[in-house]
Nanobody, 123 residues
């Protein structure tokens, strides 16, 4: 079992930045494909970004490409999402997730999920 805990969310103004963290505990002797998702009020959860087990490749949703950066530090069992140039439409609960699969993709299944952290961007 792997437990994922997100942190770093908050209330910011448009144009500002945040860095979200996802700390893993439990079975952390192996690495997983990691992803970030978000869910805005009244909307379905959507894919944001993903990163391979070693961090050698990343994948971003078009809506965040060029603004957000996903990274990982396996020695610290932590995955990060740097959110730059935030827009009000980025407001959502952000979740991190882990997948057993070794390929990146928007539709791949994720097997462990965090509890989410709220990001609110005011105009």
């Amino acid at each position: 079992q792997v437990q994922l805990i997100e942190s770093g969310g908050g209330l910011v103004q448009a144009g500002e930045s945040l860095r979200l963290s996802c700390a893993a505990s439990g079975r952390t002797d192996t690495t997983y494909t990691m992803g970030w998702f978000r869910q805005a009020p009244g909307k379905e959860r959507e894919f944001v970004a993903a990163i391979t087990r070693t961090g050698s490749a990343t994948l971003y949703a078009d809506s965040v490409k060029g603004r957000f950066i996903i990274s990982r530090d396996n020695a610290r069992n932590t995955v990060y999402l740097q959110l730059n140039s935030l827009k009000p439409e980025d407001t959502a609960v952000y979740y991190c997730a882990a997948s057993y699969l070794v390929v990146l993709g928007v539709q791949i299944p994720y097997h462990f999920w965090g509890q989410g952290t709220q990001v609110t961007v005011s105009s």
